[in-house]
Protein backbone atom coordinates (compact mmCIF):
# COMPACT_ATOMS: atom_id res chain seq x y z
CA UNK A 1 0.00 0.00 0.00
CA UNK A 2 1.81 3.41 -1.22
CA UNK A 3 1.87 5.99 1.75
CA UNK A 4 2.44 9.31 0.91
CA UNK A 5 4.42 7.88 -2.60
CA UNK A 6 6.02 10.68 -4.59
CA UNK A 7 4.57 10.82 -8.42
CA UNK A 8 7.68 10.70 -10.60
CA UNK A 9 5.71 10.20 -13.86
CA UNK A 10 2.38 10.49 -14.75
CA UNK A 11 0.34 9.92 -18.04
CA UNK A 12 -3.12 10.48 -19.19
CA UNK A 13 -5.58 8.97 -21.76
CA UNK A 14 -8.61 10.34 -23.14
CA UNK A 15 -10.89 8.91 -25.32
CA UNK A 16 -14.24 7.58 -25.97
CA UNK A 17 -15.11 3.88 -26.66
CA UNK A 18 -17.34 1.14 -26.64
CA UNK A 19 -15.35 -1.18 -24.45
CA UNK A 20 -15.14 0.12 -20.75
CA UNK A 21 -17.23 2.40 -18.26
CA UNK A 22 -14.36 5.04 -18.29
CA UNK A 23 -12.95 7.34 -20.46
CA UNK A 24 -10.50 8.78 -18.79
CA UNK A 25 -7.25 7.36 -17.00
CA UNK A 26 -4.33 8.80 -15.19
CA UNK A 27 -1.39 6.15 -14.71
CA UNK A 28 1.16 6.54 -12.17
CA UNK A 29 4.68 5.96 -11.18
CA UNK A 30 5.75 6.20 -7.88
CA UNK A 31 9.20 6.89 -5.89
CA UNK A 32 9.03 3.47 -4.79
CA UNK A 33 8.66 1.80 -8.13
CA UNK A 34 5.56 0.74 -7.55
CA UNK A 35 2.40 1.75 -10.13
CA UNK A 36 -1.24 3.00 -9.52
CA UNK A 37 -3.85 3.78 -12.16
CA UNK A 38 -6.93 5.86 -11.17
CA UNK A 39 -9.94 5.09 -13.79
CA UNK A 40 -12.81 7.85 -13.28
CA UNK A 41 -15.89 5.58 -14.71
CA UNK A 42 -19.53 6.90 -14.61
CA UNK A 43 -20.56 4.36 -11.92
CA UNK A 44 -17.31 3.16 -9.70
CA UNK A 45 -17.20 -0.40 -8.34
CA UNK A 46 -18.00 -0.95 -4.92
CA UNK A 47 -14.49 -2.27 -4.63
CA UNK A 48 -12.90 1.06 -5.91
CA UNK A 49 -9.09 -0.02 -4.50
CA UNK A 50 -7.65 -2.83 -5.53
CA UNK A 51 -4.13 -4.31 -4.42
CA UNK A 52 -2.05 -6.67 -6.97
CA UNK A 53 1.45 -6.86 -6.09
CA UNK A 54 3.28 -3.37 -6.57
CA UNK A 55 0.37 -1.94 -8.55
CA UNK A 56 -2.67 0.12 -6.96
CA UNK A 57 -5.91 0.39 -8.60
CA UNK A 58 -8.23 3.53 -7.89
CA UNK A 59 -11.45 4.09 -9.02
CA UNK A 60 -12.81 7.44 -8.66
CA UNK A 61 -15.86 9.36 -10.00
CA UNK A 62 -15.70 10.91 -13.16
CA UNK A 63 -16.41 14.47 -11.96
CA UNK A 64 -13.04 14.66 -9.66
CA UNK A 65 -10.48 13.83 -13.13
CA UNK A 66 -10.22 17.71 -13.55
CA UNK A 67 -8.94 18.11 -10.03
CA UNK A 68 -6.87 15.16 -10.04
CA UNK A 69 -5.32 16.77 -13.77
CA UNK A 70 -5.03 20.09 -12.36
CA UNK A 71 -2.89 18.74 -9.63
CA UNK A 72 -0.99 16.86 -11.25
CA UNK A 73 -0.20 19.80 -13.29
CA UNK A 74 0.58 21.95 -10.68
CA UNK A 75 3.83 20.01 -9.25
CA UNK A 76 7.03 22.06 -9.21
CA UNK A 77 10.40 20.37 -7.36
CA UNK A 78 9.11 22.75 -4.61
CA UNK A 79 4.98 21.33 -4.43
CA UNK A 80 5.79 17.50 -4.99
CA UNK A 81 2.96 15.63 -5.38
CA UNK A 82 2.00 12.04 -3.64
CA UNK A 83 -0.07 8.97 -4.10
CA UNK A 84 -1.92 7.90 -1.37
CA UNK A 85 -3.80 4.11 -0.97
CA UNK A 86 -4.76 2.23 2.28
CA UNK A 87 -7.21 -0.46 3.52
CA UNK A 88 -7.58 -0.71 6.83
CA UNK A 89 -9.48 -3.36 8.16
CA UNK A 90 -12.30 -1.73 5.59
CA UNK A 91 -11.64 1.63 5.96
CA UNK A 92 -10.22 2.83 2.59
CA UNK A 93 -7.86 5.97 1.64
CA UNK A 94 -7.15 6.75 -1.91
CA UNK A 95 -5.64 10.19 -2.48
CA UNK A 96 -3.32 12.47 -4.45
CA UNK A 97 -2.31 15.43 -2.75
CA UNK A 98 0.08 17.60 -1.88
CA UNK A 99 1.11 17.27 1.56
CA UNK A 100 1.31 14.58 4.94
CA UNK A 101 -2.75 13.25 4.81
Known sequence: MPLQD???KYSVYVAHND????????D?????????TIAFPANPPNDWLQFSGSHTTLY??????MDVSRLLQAETPFLPIFFTALNLLGLRVGAVHTNWI
Do not use: H, N, P, Y
Open 6 to 8: KIV
Open 19 to 26: FVDFQRVI
Open 28 to 36: LRLESGSTA
Open 60 to 65: MAQDEF
